[in-house]
Each structure stands twice: as C-alpha cells, then as structure tokens.
C-alpha cells in the first residue's frame, strides 16, 4: 500500500491579523511535513485582544461543510479543536469527531476560553460548561491554569500560584472527564514559565526562562506542535519541549522587535527549526 502523508483537521478560527489559530497553526504543522485542513469556527479581521474587532461566525456553514468532507471520503490522523464561538458549535465539534474519528485519529483539544484568571471577551460560562463536553473524546487536553480552573469549576488562585500536587490532583480530575494525557500550560514559577505533563497517570513539569510578557498565540503554536508532534509519533513530553522551546526563540525575537502584545509571535523566522523534528 502507498503511504500518505498524515493530515490533522484544524476546527478554529481564521483570524486575519495578531497570529493566532490557523494562521499560525496551518504554517507550523505544515513546516512539520503534515498537511493541515482547516474546517473555520468564524472569521475575524483581528483577534478579541484587540479593542475592536470584526468576528463572522461560521457555524451555520460548519455542518455543509463537514458533510462535504464526508461526501469526499476523508480522514484525519488526527483532529485538534481551538477557540470555538458558540454552543452550538460544540455541538458541530461533537458532530466532527463522529465523523472523521477513526481508530487511530487522535483527538486534541485545546480549550481557548481565557487567561491569567479571566475569560475572553466572547466566552459566557455557559459556553465554557459546554467545553466540558468535548472532554469525553480528547485524548488531549492543553488548558492554560484559567482555563482548567473553569472546565473544573474551581476559583483562579489569587496570585496564579499553585503546587506541583495541587496541579496533580486538577491534571487527574481532568483526565478522569476523559483525556488520557493532560498539559497545563503557562504556569507562574518565579522567572520562569512551568508546563505541567500528565502523561499516562504520571506527573511532571518542565520549566522555561521567562521571556518578556504573555503574548497571544502562545497556546495555539504549543498545540499546533504538540499535535503535530504525536501525529509524528514523538512523545508527549518530547513535543510540549519543542513547542516551548520554539515559543521561546519568538518570543525573543518579539521583544526585541519591539511588538505590541496582541501582534502575536513572529514565528516565520523560525520556521525552519520545526522542518528537522
Ligand atoms: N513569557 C513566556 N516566556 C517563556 N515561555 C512562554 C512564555 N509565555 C508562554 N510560554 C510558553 O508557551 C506555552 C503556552 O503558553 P500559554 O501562555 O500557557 O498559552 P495560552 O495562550 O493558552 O495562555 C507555555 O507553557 C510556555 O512553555
Ligand atoms: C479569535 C481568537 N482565537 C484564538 C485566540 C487564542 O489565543 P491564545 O493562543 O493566546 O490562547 C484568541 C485570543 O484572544 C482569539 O481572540
């Protein structure tokens, strides 16, 4: 039998300028040598970072879409969810995994509600209740801390700070909604920035020098390459170190151009380091 190259389905949206979703996602799991099929959640000329933007919801095309997809006999190595807009369209997620979840696809979900204790502009708590039911299907899941303290219902700790073990119990009562492995990114450590693994029931973490601020992006590049890194077959640890790693060559490179907060991360300098994993 002919080998095909892999493919992973991107549900996010399309965000015309401040680097985040598919536009970073579909350059950099590309550079990875697989090939990236975006099904758009909405369009929006800026992301909700900026004081205004335009947003064009695309639910109501999500479903024809999908079907055609399905007309075309296609499937995915693997299906990696980003920010979603509406219940409904977690709704359509649901339908998507139905769909194109084979016995091999692996299932990402990376929960875009919010940051450093406080949700995006367009998320209401119901829609982030509504996340909790796309975690039955994820094999994984990437929160940031505000992100796991909603999908558990927990308060955002005063000060973002929390201990290995009380990352363990939130890791585990995650996985027990459904993913195997579970990584919460962008953890407080002093001058660094910690990545928390769970990987198969085990615990760890990894820490990072802190570079300069949080920007917009970082999460949606840290689960492009940590899918597309699976996909590839390199562990889970392996590939959040990657993802880090790159995150913090353009964040560098961020500072030193002097980039407003909300442009997201220059990652086309360096999209040459992920064409070697
Ligand atoms: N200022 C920073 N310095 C170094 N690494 C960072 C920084 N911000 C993010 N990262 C890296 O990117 C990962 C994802 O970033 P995070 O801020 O958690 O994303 P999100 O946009 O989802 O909040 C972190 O786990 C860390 O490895
Ligand atoms: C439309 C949109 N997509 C994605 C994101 C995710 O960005 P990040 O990777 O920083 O979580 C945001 C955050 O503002 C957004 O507004």
């Known amino acids: 039998m002919t080998a095909r190259q892999k493919r992973i389905a991107l549900i996010n949206d399309v965000t015309g300028f401040g680097r985040c979703s598919v536009t970073v996602q579909l350059p950099l799991i590309s550079a990875m040598r697989i090939q990236a099929c975006p099904l758009p959640t909405a369009i929006l000329s800026v992301h909700t970072g900026f004081p205004k933007h335009y947003l064009d919801d695309y639910t109501a095309h999500m479903r024809p879409y999908m079907e055609n997809w399905t007309e075309n006999g296609l499937d995915f190595d693997a299906i990696l969810t980003g920010f979603l807009g509406s219940e409904e369209q977690i709704e359509v997620v649901l339908d998507a995994v139905h769909r194109f979840k084979g016995r091999d696809t692996l299932i990402i979900v990376d929960p875009v509600m919010g940051d450093n204790g406080r949700l995006y502009s367009s998320y ?154």
Request: net charge negative.
């Open 124 to 277: 209401t708590p119901a829609l982030c209740a509504k996340m909790r039911q796309l975690l039955p299907h994820a094999d994984v899941v990437t929160p940031n801390l505000t992100e796991a303290c909603q999908l558990l219902d927990l308060p955002y700790p005063a000060d973002g700070e929390v201990t290995e073990n009380e990352l363990l119990v939130m890791a585990k009562r995650l996985a027990a909604m459904g993913p195997q492995d579970v990584i919460i990114t962008g953890l407080h450590a002093g001058n660094c920035v910690r990545t928390y693994l769970y990987e198969a029931g085990v615990g760890s973490s990894f820490d990072n020098v802190k570079i300069g601020r949080d920007r917009s992006g970082s999460g949606d590049i840290f689960a492009a390459i940590v899918a597309a890194s699976l996909v590839r077959g390199i562990s889970l640890s392996e590939g959040a170190k990657c993802a880090a790693a790159f995150i913090g060559h353009c964040l560098s490179f961020a500072e030193e151009l002097d980039l407003p907060w909300n442009y997201g991360l220059p990652f086309e300098e360096f999209m040459g380091e992920l064409t070697k994993l």
